[in-house]
């Protein structure tokens, strides 16, 4: 496709369940980033894969968060024994080489009841 | 305090003014400063980009950066309605790939 796909859309899911959030980033972009954004908030860093390793994640919140890259492609984020405070929209970005310059996908809307 | 500091408004303008939109920061290790728009439930969409400190300009968009106030400005002339949209700054350091975004300006221009 043209640009970041990411699925779901939107997830409703109960405290305590198990949640994939799934990124296709832009055919031959090296880099994927996974950010989340809480309402009134700008995008926070998560994660950022360089090929199919995960060059830094210093912003993942604690273990129950995790995401893979097994193809250097499609990303999923695994986020484990949900919170309510997970609730948010969590945005995946993809860039070409090492440039600062991201390109977003519409993000998926998590709410946890 | 945040590393970036931006006013989260709302800013309400007629069609046609000239709109100022600003952060502050905090990190002076930041070398890449960038201004991101943001439609009601859509991801950011990369407007402007700037490498250290100056001036660049693309269409009716000027995006400024003074390292030494630590202070970044986007410049919108002739505002249109299709400009209504929150601004996000976002500034990384040399060689990082991590972004750190400002909480954004919800700007709304209005016929």
Known sequence: GAG???TPSNKVTEKG????????????????????????????????????????DSGLPNDRFFAVRPEGSVSTLKIQRTERGDSAVYLCASSFGSTPELFFGEGSRLTVL | QKEVEQDPGPLSVPEGAIVSLNCTYSNSAFQYFMWYRQYSRKGPELLM?????????????????????KYISLFIRDSQPSDSATYLCAMSEEGYNKLIFGAGTRLAVHP
């Open chain 1, 4 to 6: 970041v796909s990411q």
């Open chain 2, 49 to 69: 980009y700037t490498y250290s400190s100056g001036n660049k300009e693309d269409g009716r968009f000027t995006a400024q950066v003074d390292k030494s106030s």
């Open chain 1, 17 to 56: 369940k198990y949640v994939e959030l799934r990124c296709d980033p832009i055919s031959g972009h090296t880099a994927l980033y996974w950010y989340r954004q809480s309402l009134g908030q700008g995008p926070e860093f998560l994660i950022y894969f360089q090929g199919t390793g995960a060059a830094d």
